[in-house]
């Protein structure tokens, strides 16, 4: 049973085009993120949706929007896609517990925009 | 605002090799922190953790102790094997905030 899951696990596409990532866990958490991670491996939260709520919503072009269709699900739009998008993004969640909040994250979409 | 800094990579040892991954920190309030593990090719899974100060987080070998005093929540494992090989972030998350603030990374890489 996958915890987070995403979908697709690797997307091609080329500039100017518009994509959808999809992301679902079946933890019962109430929380979900999406992160990017760069070339070098370096990784920055973009969104977080709490009980279908946008709570976090980092400095990232209007070119990407999350939905949140219900708690289980958040997706990542993006439209007019250009080459400096090419990243892996992961989603993830998370149960709010007092003050701490363990994350889970999916395998990650990698995106090549050529 | 929050960061996180470690050591830079690649890290090479061989097997049975003492690890030591720095990492420290600064953050407002009293974070939890976090080294999570990413193996080639598959997403982030948490490695191990800690919530307070002088906690010790443990799992798979693997120990870092947090230190309030020196801000630091050093990664180390005694005997690495080549299937630690890997990229280890280091992470901390404040009570005020659901985000996770990530480190850089660093590359271990354990050869026979």
């Known amino acids: 049973d996958t915890a987070v899951s995403q979908t697709p696990k690797y997307l091609v596409t080329q500039m100017g085009n518009d994509k959808s990532i999809k992301c679902e866990q079946n933890?019962?958490?109430?929380?979900m993120y999406w992160y990017k991670q760069d070339s070098k491996k370096f990784l920055k939260i973009m969104f977080s949706?709490?009980?279908?709520?946008?709570?976090i919503n980092e400095t990232v072009p209007n070119r990407f929007s999350p939905k949140s269709p219900d708690k289980a699900h958040l997706n990542l739009h993006i439209n007019s896609l250009e080459l400096g998008d090419s990243a892996v993004y992961f989603c993830?969640?998370?149960?709010?517990?007092?003050?701490?909040?363990?994350?889970?994250f999916g395998p990650g979409t990698r995106l090549t925009v050529t | 605002g929050n960061s996180v800094t470690q050591m830079e990579g690649p890290v090479t040892l061989s097997e049975e090799a003492f690890l030591t991954i720095n990492c420290t920190y600064t953050?407002?309030?009293?974070?939890?922190l976090f080294w999570y593990v990413q193996y080639p090719g598959e997403g982030l899974q948490l490695l191990l953790k800690?919530?307070?100060?002088?906690d010790k987080g443990s799992n798979k070998g693997f120990e870092a102790t947090y230190r309030k005093e020196t801000t630091s929540f050093h990664l180390e494992k005694g005997s690495v094997q080549v299937s630690d090989s890997a990229v280890y972030f280091c992470?901390?998350?404040?009570?005020?905030?659901?985000?996770?603030?990530f480190g850089t990374g660093t590359r271990l890489q354990v050869t026979l």
């Open positions: 993830a969640s998370s149960q709010r517990n007092g003050t701490f909040y363990e994350q889970y």
């Open positions: 933890l019962g958490h109430d929380t």
């Open positions: 949706y709490n009980n279908k709520e946008l709570i």
């Open positions: 953050a407002t309030g009293y974070p939890s």
């Open positions: 800690a919530t307070k100060a002088d």
């Open positions: 992470a901390l998350l404040t009570g005020t905030a659901s985000k996770l603030t």
